[in-house]
Each structure stands twice: as structure tokens, then as C-alpha cells.
């Protein structure tokens, strides 16, 4: 019904993918696991935590969510049972969510039948039981995991910092070989920045991203550049008191884009973000 691509990317990391739109993956400490967002549907995410008990044989304890929005949060019920963890402003962003949800479930079900029966499955009832507002520590043993809250992407945005392995899950903060989406009302780009510029910081081999391949640190300085390039573009287009479509866009990729409204989304963000900087 839906596949699954499954990556044994280093001895205790498993990452998994989909043409429908998600990335989730799973580190092994000593004695357990923890799962790094729960996928788009509880049956997707099921699917992951039964191949991590397969692959990994360490069963999964705690799931860390990299932020709220539905292909990394909407699986979560599969992972009900066990600890969940994510930022100071996960909760709230979840919940301020679900308002909005019935409809978008129902057009949802409208435009995609086969997949009504996954979206009924949906269940956003479930709030993190820990949340950390800087950084938290996962230690056993030899492993350790730090997960770290940003901001950026989106308020509760977070990511998750392998050092045994030197891995980074780095959630929606890069979208490999394509274009960062700030169209999330909590969006903010000076902290998507500072993400970027921190993460550079740590040792880091390889980078799974919240969208596209599995990539390295030189993603992360070609996201820093492309974000500071935008904010500084951003900045001038203000203090000439000119509109939003006068903003030269940094090349970025030669251009290949998911999608206009997605460059549309990111250029507002940054306008409206300076406007009441730059006014202040
Ligand atoms: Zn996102």
C-alpha cells in the first residue's frame, strides 16, 4: 500500500523513506532504541518499528520528534506505548493544529481515497511526556544522543546528534537538493540560521535530512549560505521601502524547486520576518 525504503546507514542507524513524502529513522543504544519521528500514518510507523525490532533487535523505548508537522508527527499513535519526546513548544504547536485538522483530513480523503483508511488511522491525541528547552542528553552506556531545540523551521524545531556514530538527524532544518520551506506560521529565519551555524560546530559524518537524500556537512553550509544570502537581500530590498517581489532571489540548486508556492511561502516568511525588524 505504501512503500518503505529502509537504509541500515551504520551499525545502529536505521533510516527509512518514502515516495509519500517522509524520512524517519531509528538509533540503537546498549539495551534500546530510540525511534527519530513517527512518519505520516500510525500503519507507516508501525511498519518502521517492526523492521527496527528485526533489524536492530533492540526494542524501542523513547521517539523523538523533530517538530509537529505531519510527515515526521501524524504516525505517532504506533509509537503510543513509549516515551515521546520533543521541544518546550512541540505541545502547543500540536495542539494548536488539531483545530484545523477535520477539514483538511476530510478534503484529504476527498482528493486521495485510497489512502482513507491510513488518514482515519490518524490520531494527534498523544503530547510529548518529556520536553526539553535547550538541549537533553540520552545517555547509556558508551551512547549518547543530544537533541537539540532550534527553532527555525518551525518554533518547536529540533534535531538529534549521534556523536558515537557522527550522525545528524537534522529534521526539516535542511531539505536536501531543494528548497527550504518557511511557510509555517512559527517559522523564524534568524533561528533557522543559528540552527544551521550550530550545527556546523559538531563533528558530523553524515546528515539525514527532513526531505531529500542523505547528505553531509556540506549541505548544511550550502542551507547557511543560501538562508544569510536571503536575509541580507531581504534586509536591503526594506531599507529601500521597496514590496516583496522586488527581493532578488540567491541561486540556490539552479533553481529546481518543488514546487512556486514553496519559494513563495519562504520569500514572505523572510519579508514579513525583517519588515518588523527593520520597523522596530
Ligand atoms: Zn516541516
Given at each position: 500500500m505504501v512503500?518503505?525504503?529502509?537504509?541500515?546507514?551504520?551499525?545502529?542507524?536505521?533510516?527509512?523513506?518514502?515516495?509519500?513524502?517522509?524520512?524517519?529513522?531509528?538509533?540503537?543504544?546498549?539495551?534500546?532504541?530510540?525511534?527519530?519521528?513517527?512518519?505520516?500514518?500510525?500503519?507507516?510507523?508501525?511498519?518502521?518499528?517492526?523492521?527496527?525490532?528485526?533489524?536492530?533487535?533492540?526494542?524501542?523505548?523513547?521517539?523523538?520528534?523533530?517538530?509537529?508537522?505531519?510527515?515526521?508527527f501524524w504516525g505517532i499513535a504506533a509509537f503510543n506505548d513509549i516515551i515521546i519526546l520533543g521541544s518546550e513548544p512541540l505541545p502547543r504547536n500540536i495542539i494548536d493544529e488539531r483545530e484545523i485538522q477535520p477539514t483538511r483530513f476530510e478534503e484529504w480523503k476527498k482528493e486521495d481515497p485510497e489512502k482513507a483508511q491510513l488518514i482515519e488511522e490518524i490520531d494527534t491525541s498523544f503530547l510529548p511526556h518529556i520536553t526539553f528547552k535547550n538541549e537533553i542528553k540520552i545517555q547509556e552506556g558508551e551512547f549518547i544522543i543530544d537533541l537539540y531545540h532550534s527553532g527555525g523551521h518551525t518554533s518547536c524545531s529540533s534535531y538529534a546528534y549521534f556523536?558515537?556514530?557522527?550522525?545528524?538527524?537534522?529534521?526539516?532544518?535542511?531539505?536536501?537538493?531543494?528548497?527550504?520551506?518557511?511557510?509555517?506560521?512559527?517559522?523564524?529565519?534568524?533561528?533557522?540560521?543559528?540552527?544551521?551555524s550550530n550545527m556546523l560546530k559538531l563533528n558530523i559524518d553524515k546528515v539525514i535530512p527532513g526531505h531529500g537524500p542523505i547528505t553531509n556537512k556540506e549541505e548544511i553550509n550550502i542551507h547557511l549560505n543560501f538562508l544569510q544570502e536571503l536575509k541580507e537581500e531581504t534586509i536591503s530590498t526594506l531599507n529601500k521601502e521597496k514590496g516583496v517581489e522586488c527581493i532578488k532571489i540567491p541561486s540556490f540548486y539552479n533553481d529546481q524547486t518543488p514546487g512556486e508556492w514553496v519559494k513563495k511561502a519562504t520569500i514572505n516568511c523572510f519579508y514579513n520576518f525583517y519588515k518588523t525588524e527593520v520597523t522596530d
Open positions: 512503500e518503505i525504503e529502509y537504509l541500515r546507514l551504520t551499525e545502529n542507524i536505521l533510516v527509512a523513506t518514502s515516495e509519500i513524502g517522509f524520512t524517519a529513522g531509528v538509533i540503537a543504544l546498549e539495551n534500546f532504541a530510540v525511534g527519530i519521528d513517527s512518519t505520516l500514518f500510525p500503519y507507516t510507523g508501525g511498519l518502521l518499528r517492526k523492521r527496527s525490532n528485526l533489524i536492530l533487535k533492540k526494542p524501542m523505548r523513547m521517539i523523538f520528534l523533530t517538530h509537529y508537522h505531519g510527515d515526521h556523536p558515537n556514530e557522527k550522525i545528524l538527524f537534522a529534521g526539516d532544518l535542511i531539505f536536501a537538493k531543494e528548497w527550504p520551506w518557511a511557510g509555517d506560521p512559527t517559522s523564524n529565519p534568524n533561528k533557522w540560521i543559528n540552527a544551521l
